[in-house]
């Protein structure tokens, strides 16, 4: 069974904090971990990819993989309102599988101004 | 500009019909995919095609029905054996041996 969990929150942060937003896989072969924002009604798209382990920044987005624990994580720094959506979690069950992503139930996160 | 559209925007079922959403993509990515998500929980794959004339059941595959005649379209029909269609169903794309998928903007379904 593969699986993808995450804290389904709201994680609510002050503006300017550093929110943290947390995903565990079950299945230790996976090879790709993707994070998508998604705004209410609208649909997913894609803040960032991460391959290795360690930490991989791009702007005020980091994310941090652990494949030993098997969990990968994203902070978003100086968190501002319009951060505020769901943050899903998307793993890649590797090869053999044709590229499919299994999707964890996302983290609500609210940025109070 | 480049990328996936979906219509219509919102669609309506009567019970017993088929209703078919649309899936176009001008990006020339080989692979494409369906999901449903439902709210409250993440995206569960119903169908996916890695090429034209090709395509596999995702998870929930069961009382839907694709097509893959062409490069950058994939029909979704959602057929009146889908007892519960109710929700918001989301295409995506990818380009050829690529993992990160692209959506589009998706399709509300609702049953009258």
């Known amino acids: 069974q593969k699986e993808v969990e995450q804290n389904s929150g709201p994680l609510s942060v002050p503006e300017g904090a550093i929110a943290s937003l947390n995903c565990t896989y079950s299945d230790r072969g996976s090879q790709s971990f993707f994070w998508y924002r998604q705004y209410s009604g609208k649909s997913p798209e894609l803040i960032m990819s991460?391959?290795s382990n360690g930490d991989k920044e791009d702007g005020r987005f980091t994310a941090q993989l652990n494949k030993a624990s098997q969990y990968v994580s994203l902070l978003i720094r100086d968190s501002q309102p319009s951060d505020s959506a769901t943050y899903l979690c998307?793993?890649?069950w590797g090869r053999g599988y044709g590229n499919k992503l299994v999707f964890g139930a996302g983290t609500i996160l609210r940025v109070k101004s | 500009d480049g990328g996936i559209t979906q219509s219509p925007k919102y669609l309506f079922r009567k019970e017993g019909q088929n209703v078919t959403l649309s899936c176009e993509q001008n990006?020339?990515?080989?692979?494409m995919y369906w999901y449903r998500q439902d709210p409250g929980q993440g995206l569960r794959l119903i169908y996916y095609?890695?090429?034209?004339?090709?395509?596999q059941k995702g998870d929930i595959a069961e009382g839907y029905s694709v097509s893959r005649e062409k490069k950058e379209s994939f029909p979704l029909t959602v057929t009146s054996a889908q007892k519960n269609p109710t929700a918001f169903y989301l295409c995506?794309?990818?380009?050829?041996?690529?993992?990160?998928?692209?959506f589009g903007p998706g399709t509300r379904l609702l049953v009258l």
């Open positions: 998307a793993v890649n």
């Open positions: 995506a794309s990818a380009g050829q041996g690529q993992e990160t998928q692209y």
């Open positions: 990006l020339n990515h080989d692979a």
């Open positions: 991460i391959y």
């Open positions: 095609s890695q090429i034209v004339n090709d395509f």
